[in-house]
Nanobody, 126 residues
Framework: QVQLVESGGGLVQAGGSLRLSCAAS????????MGWFRQAPGKEREFVAT????????SYADSVKGRFTISRDNAKTMVYLQMNSLVPEDTAVYYC???????????????????WGQGTQVTVSS
């Protein structure tokens, strides 16, 4: 089991920034690729960003590419999502997820991920 707890969400004006954090505990953090997903009201959950176990590979949804940055600190068992130039369409509950994968593998698919956090709300006002 891996326990994931997100934090850092809140209310921000359009154009602003937020940094989400996800604290992991339980099994060896470095054995898991990590991902961020989000779910807006009335919509299905969607992929945002993913990072490999080593941190050497990342991938982003087209809607956030160039604005969001995913990173991880294996020593601190943390994963982060730096969100810049936020727009109202970024409003959603953001979820952190962990997937047992190969060292350099990443995945954009929800079904790949084994463990999920409870989510943190991000609201961007216009």
């Amino acid at each position: 089991q891996v326990q994931l707890v997100e934090s850092g969400g809140g209310l921000v004006q359009a154009g602003g920034s937020l940094r989400l954090s996800c604290a992991a505990s339980g099994r060896t953090f470095s054995a898991y690729a990590m991902g961020w997903f989000r779910q807006a009201p009335g919509k299905e959950r969607e992929f945002v960003a993913t990072i490999s176990r080593s941190g050497g590979a990342t991938s982003y949804a087209d809607s956030v590419k160039g604005r969001f940055t995913i990173s991880r600190d294996n020593a601190k068992t943390m994963v982060y999502l730096q969100m810049n130039s936020l727009v109202p369409e970024d409003t959603a509950v953001y979820y952190c997820a962990a997937a047992a994968m190969g060292l350099f593998d990443i995945s954009r698919r929800e079904s790949t991920y084994d463990f999920w956090g409870q989510g943190t709300q991000v609201t961007v006002s216009s």
